[in-house]
């Protein structure tokens, strides 16, 4: 992976630690996984809890270079934190869709639906 002209490398304890979180998924992340795993939204593949560089990405598809993240309550006091990394993640050619725990648990057929119309409107 290339971030401003230079190769970066994602650290070992990083793949560790996300290794550790696909198993425990919130309960947010255990829903839309459902329905994104096994290509069944258009065919398109994602990892779930996939490292790249220090950070890790609910969710991501490298054929569209789309990141998926769920936000939980303790983002409502990070989000410098999260503008930070989504620029980081941008700037290496990803794409981040936020949404909220509360929009995935209440409402997972219209995250769905944003997922898709991204995914659908990527060049082929």
């Known amino acids: ?5 230079q190769k970066i490398d994602t650290p070992k304890y990083v793949i ?5 979180q696909r198993i425990k998924l919130t309960l947010s992340e255990q829903l839309i996984w459902s329905k994104l795993r096994n290509k069944q ?4 593949r994602f990892r779930c809890q ?7 990405l ?3 598809c490298h054929e569209a270079l789309l ?4 936000d939980g309550d303790i983002h409502k006091y ?3 934190y999260d503008n930070y990394r989504d620029d980081f993640i941008a700037n290496i050619g990803i794409t981040t869709l936020r949404f909220s725990a509360d929009e995935v648990i209440n ?3 219209s995250v769905l639906e944003q997922i898709a119309y991204i995914l659908l409107k990527q060049p082929v």
């Open 107 to 109: 409402s997972l057929d």
């Open 67 to 70: 990141a998926i993240e769920i």
């Open 41 to 44: 939204l258009h065919g398109y």
């Open 78 to 80: 990070q989000k410098e």
């Open 1 to 5: 992976m290339i971030y401003n002209g």
């Open 16 to 20: 560790e630690l996300a290794r550790e």
């Open 58 to 60: 609910d969710f991501y």
């Open 50 to 56: 996939h490292p790249i560089y220090r950070y890790i």
